[in-house]
């Protein structure tokens, strides 16, 4: 069975930093592009980050841009999402997405793309 799996999540104070993972069973990573999204309560579906081990590309919106980062690790088939200097207005559900065989790029905003979805992992930034 195909999957991933979102941890990392907490309570962290503003100012802060967490990792988030995303691992995968079932699939392996050297050949997909693998989403971070998040969602606030009452919110839509926000992109975070992109990277891909099929060309190495990474995509960071510009809403975070500076601040969040992504990264690989092969050999345990996960994939990072490490967020520094957190916001109150960072607070939400984080979740992993994959699609396989493709770069990231500015389209893998767009959460409809992805095809393999994990659970979220809940981020709480505190003030």
């Known amino acids: 069975e195909v999957q991933l799996q979102a941890s990392g999540g907490g309570l962290v104070q503003a100012g802060g930093s967490l990792r988030l993972s995303c691992a995968a069973s079932g699939f392996g990573l050297e050949d997909s592009a693998i989403g971070w999204f998040r969602q606030a309560p009452g919110k839509e579906r926000e992109a975070v980050g992109c990277f891909s081990n099929t060309d190495g590309t990474r995509y960071i919106p510009d809403s975070v841009k500076g601040r969040f980062t992504t990264s690989s690790d092969n050999a345990k088939n996960t994939v990072y999402l490490q967020m520094n200097s957190l916001k109150r207005e960072d607070t939400g559900v984080y979740y992993c997405?994959?699609?396989?065989?493709?770069?990231?790029?500015?389209?893998?905003?767009?959460?409809?793309?992805?095809?393999?979805w994990g659970q979220g992992t809940l981020v709480t930034v505190s003030s």
């Open positions: 997405a994959g699609l396989k065989s493709i770069g990231c790029a500015s389209w893998s905003q767009d959460p409809n793309w992805f095809n393999i």
